[in-house]
């Protein structure tokens, strides 16, 4: 059985309790404020999609593993969603984190249900909440998030959906209210006209892309919005395993990225962990979103954030990239691009 140390260095991390017991000192751990909420969130964030078996099987013990011990070396940001293997994935990380609830700011989504399968009415968000709290385990999470806004009807995304996610917010379902998704002028258009919390954009600041740095950082800054970072490894493309066969780049992205995993491999380096530290080092976001389901997957992100960052073959690497840098695709409703 895997028990839930409980180790938080830094002050109450979702406005509860300090920790009273450490069974290890967390010494590497870096937290910011997401943006105007009172939430200090680690800069490693738990991307919690693969225990959703989204990129291959993730074993139940495993993963509750990897959750514990993540927990324990100080991330404190759970990320999850009822689209993620069709709710598998906040089943997981709910049972993962009895007992140490308190010690996670718990984020979770609405509005997508399947690939193809999306419902932002007010009636859906307001049933949703209620089936994500009980898979979660919990009576409140710490930010719901509008998922993938670009698949829907903007209009009613900022008319009807955030006010039903603001109603949560007065009933205590819900702390803190954002939105997530691809093409960074949607969620702009979105926020623009119905104030949020928070932000998630994905794919849009690492190795590969950096267009979040166009506008939506500055936006974000000026409306006094926490920013998230997600997909630090472009998906599983910057990874030896590489993309997962529905991944939407083009195969001279993957060509790319073996070139550049075996070229950091010579240098007697890892791809994956110098794509890692690029992302946690960028400080205009309060936190980047790892899918993480073993603890080493944990481990080798907490290696990325202790290991001296080496900006020469950072520097290698991107020439690399730069045949293929901030190509993007296609994403949602084709008014929403
Ligand atoms: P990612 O870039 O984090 O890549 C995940 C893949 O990399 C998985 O296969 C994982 O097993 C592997 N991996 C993780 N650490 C590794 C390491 N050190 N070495 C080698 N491989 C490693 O992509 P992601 O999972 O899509 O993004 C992270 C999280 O962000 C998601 O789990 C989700 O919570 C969130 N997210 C949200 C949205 C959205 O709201 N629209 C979109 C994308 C991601």
Not at 10 to 35: A, F, I, K, N, W
Not at 166 to 190: C, D, F, H, N, T
Request: contains cysteine; glycine residues 8%; hydrophobic residues 40%.
């Amino acid at each position: 059985m895997v028990l839930c140390a409980v180790v938080i260095a830094e002050d109450s991390v979702s406005g509860q309790s300090t920790s009273s017991e450490t069974t290890r000192p967390v010494t590497s751990m870096r937290y910011r404020l997401l943006g105007s909420t009172q939430l200090k969130v680690s800069v490693i964030g738990f991307g919690a999609s693969p225990l959703g078996n989204v990129f291959g099987d993730a074993d139940p013990e495993e993963s509750k593993r990897a959750v514990r011990s993540a927990i324990d070396e100080g991330i404190n940001f759970f990320d999850v969603s009822p689209y993620y293997g069709l709710t598998l994935a906040e089943e997981q990380l709910g049972l993962a984190l009895q007992g140490c609830r308190d010690r996670v700011v718990l984020s979770t989504k609405c509005g997508r249900y399947g690939s193809g399968e999306f419902d932002f009415s007010a009636r859906r968000v307001l049933s949703s909440v209620d089936e994500s709290l009980r898979r979660l385990r919990t009576d409140h999470v710490d930010l719901l998030q509008a998922h993938d806004v670009e698949f829907g009807d903007l209009r009613q995304i900022i008319e009807e959906t955030i006010p039903a996610m603001r109603q949560l917010q007065k009933e205590g379902k819900v702390r803190y209210i954002g939105i997530s998704g691809y093409p960074p002028r949607a969620l702009m258009r979105v926020a623009g006209s119905a104030p949020v919390d928070t932000i998630l954009s994905y794919c849009r600041y690492n190795l590969l892309a950096n267009d979040l740095e166009a506008e939506l950082a500055t936006f974000a800054e000026t409306h006094g919005i926490g920013l998230i970072n997600a997909s630090p490894l472009h998906m599983g493309v910057l990874t030896d395993q590489g993309a997962p066969d529905w991944h939407p780049a083009s195969p001279e992205v993957y060509r790319a990225a073996k070139q550049a995993a075996e070229f950091c491999q010579l240098h007697q380096a890892n791809l994956s962990e110098i794509a890692l530290r690029f992302c946690f080092d960028y400080p205009r976001v309060a936190t980047t979103l790892v899918g993480l389901a073993t603890q080493e997957q944990v481990r080798r992100s907490l290696r990325a954030l202790e290991t001296p960052a080496n900006p020469e073959l950072v520097e290698q690497v991107q020439s690399i990239f730069a045949p293929v840098f901030n190509q993007f695709w296609t994403s949602g409703r084709e008014e929403n691009q």
